[in-house]
């Protein structure tokens, strides 16, 4: 009933998708720093456990103005399956079907990337083509040092050498 009264009051259907649309960012970027919250806290729980000091130099770490754009590029990285996730639940007009097709695609695109890689040629040069392998070259750019960097990709993860420069993945 609460739809029907918002549209009854004159506000259109692109209205109300943009003040949903909206909301679901703020939500978004509140629970992405609430989790990064819990990291540092977790991280300073665990160093201090461990009886080393606390301190915010961190050898080849990043300065401050780096850290809010690897804050912002990981917000970014997120944001094309939450468009998708939107698109999904408005065109189905079912929460469940936004939520499972991200899903479903996550894990097609992996196989699809991973299929096209062994056929070679211009199959495998189109992975350029898929948002996966755009998010991971951001992921990497986020990374300290020179050590590994998390993926949840069902693939393994490519060298830094095979990623699009960043500016081009976003």
Request: glycine share 12%.
């Amino acid at each position: 009933g609460t739809v029907r009264q918002a549209l009854i009051r004159g506000q259109t259907r692109s209205q109300y998708l943009a003040t949903k649309l909206a909301g679901l960012v703020i939500v978004s970027a509140a629970v992405l720093l609430a989790a990064l919250a819990a990291g540092i806290g977790f991280s300073v729980l665990a160093t201090e456990l461990a009886g080393l000091p606390i301190t915010l130099d961190v050898p080849d770490g990043p300065s401050v103005p780096e850290v809010g754009l690897m804050i912002l590029r990981a917000g970014y990285g997120i944001l094309p399956y939450g468009l998708l996730a939107f698109f999904l639940t408005v065109v189905s007009r079912s929460t469940a079907v936004g939520a499972a097709g991200v899903l479903v695609y996550v894990i097609g695109e992996a196989i699809t990337i991973a299929i096209f890689r062994e056929i070679g040629g211009l199959a495998g040069d189109s992975q350029s083509l898929f948002i996966g392998h755009n998010v991971n070259a951001l992921v990497a750019a986020n990374r300290i040092g020179f050590g590994d960097y998390n993926s949840l990709a069902f693939r393994e993860r490519p060298d830094a050498s095979d990623l699009p420069d960043v500016n081009t993945a976003a």
